[in-house]
C-alpha cells in the first residue's frame, strides 16, 4: 500500500483529505495552516501526525525528518513549498491546479478565467517542481464555464472533480500506469493573487468585461465594487439591459433605480446590476455617477 502525505488547507483541501483516507489510502503526514481547523481536528480525531503553518526556511524540518512516504499530494495547500518536501516521497510529488495548465499559473486561476471571458476551465494533477505550477502533466480534467457562472460555481465543479481525479491519480501510480506529459511552456502564462481591493470597476470598460468582472468575484468572494461618492457598493449579480442611453453621458451614469435593482451605463451598453450591498439604496437617484 502506498503511505501518503498530503498538503492540505481549507473545505476543499478537507474534502480531498477526508475521501482519500475513506477509501483506506494510508495516509501517515499531513502539512496545513491554522486557518484550516477542519483539518486539524481531522488529523486529532484519527491520530495522523500534522504540521500547522508556513514550513518554509527550514520551519518543518524536524516534521519532514519523522516522514517516509511514497506519495505527496497538495490540494489547495496556502503555502508554496520548498525542495525539502518537494523531495520528501520515493515517487511522486503531485499538486492538483485549478486550471488547464500551463495556462493560468498561479493563485485563484478559475476567477481570472472568468474575468478574461474564458469558455472553459479545468483541473491538471501535475508533478510539483521548484518553480510553482511548471510540472509534468499526469492527469487533466476539462470544465465548461456556463455563461451565468461565478467563481463560487467553479469552485462547486471542483469539488466534484477533485476526489475523482486523486482516487484516478493514486490508481495509476498503484498499477504503475502514470503518463507524463511535459508541459508547453511557450503557452505558459501566471496570474497574480488578488486581494479584496483588486475588486474595483471601471465604468469605462465594455459591459463583457465588466460582467464578466463582478460574477468572478460574487459571494462569497469579497465581490466587485464601485463607489458613489465616498460610499461603496458592493455588487454581486449583473445581467445585461437592451436599452438605448446617450453617448455623450458619462460611464458609470445611473439610468434608472428601484428598490431591486439599478440601470448602469457603461461603454457600449447597459447593466442591470441585481444583487449589491449599500447602505441606503434610497439614497440612488437617476443621474448620478458611479465610479
Given at each position: 500500500m502506498l503511505s501518503i502525505c498530503f498538503l492540505a488547507s481549507g473545505a476543499l483541501g478537507f474534502k480531498v483529505l477526508r475521501h482519500t483516507f475513506l477509501q483506506n489510502k494510508n495516509i501517515v503526514a499531513v502539512f496545513t495552516d491554522k486557518k484550516s481547523t477542519e483539518v486539524q481536528e481531522f488529523c486529532i480525531d484519527f491520530q495522523i501526525p500534522f504540521f500547522v503553518g508556513n514550513p518554509r526556511k527550514g520551519r518543518a524540518a524536524e516534521f519532514i525528518e519523522?516522514?517516509?512516504?511514497?506519495?505527496?499530494?497538495?490540494v489547495n495547500y496556502l503555502f508554496i513549498v520548498e525542495r525539502d518536501i518537494i523531495r520528501l516521497p520515493r515517487r511522486y510529488a503531485i499538486n492538483l491546479h485549478g486550471s488547464l495548465l500551463p495556462k493560468y499559473r498561479g493563485r485563484t486561476p478559475h476567477v481570472w478565467a472568468i474575468?478574461?471571458?474564458?469558455?472553459?476551465?479545468?483541473?491538471?494533477?501535475h508533478l510539483m517542481e521548484d518553480e510553482v505550477d511548471n510540472g509534468a502533466i499526469v492527469h487533466q480534467v476539462k470544465i465548461k464555464i456556463e455563461p451565468e457562472d461565478t467563481g463560487a460555481d467553479i469552485l462547486r465543479k471542483f469539488n466534484k472533480e477533485y476526489p475523482l481525479i486523486i482516487d484516478e491519480v493514486l490508481k495509476n501510480i498503484e498499477n504503475h500506469e502514470l503518463q507524463l506529459r511535459p508541459q508547453d511552456n511557450t503557452k505558459a502564462f501566471y496570474v497574480g493573487k488578488r486581494t479584496p481591493a483588486d475588486g474595483r470597476i471601471n465604468w469605462d470598460w465594455d459591459k463583457e468585461r465588466i460582467y464578466n468582472w463582478i460574477r468572478a468575484q460574487a459571494k462569497p468572494y469579497p465581490g466587485a465594487f464601485t463607489f458613489l461618492e465616498q460610499e461603496k457598493i458592493t455588487i454581486h449579480k449583473a445581467s445585461f439591459e437592451n436599452m438605448r442611453c446617450i453617448d455623450s453621458e458619462a460611464n458609470g451614469t445611473v439610468l434608472g433605480v428601484n428598490n431591486k435593482s439599478i440601470l448602469v451605463k457603461t461603454q457600449d451598453g447597459v447593466l442591470?446590476?441585481?444583487e449589491f450591498e449599500y447602505r441606503n439604496s434610497t439614497l440612488l437617484k437617476e443621474g448620478m455617477i458611479l465610479n
Open positions: 519523522k516522514i517516509d512516504c511514497d506519495v505527496l499530494l497538495s474575468i478574461n471571458g474564458e469558455k472553459e476551465t479545468g483541473i491538471t494533477a442591470r446590476l441585481e
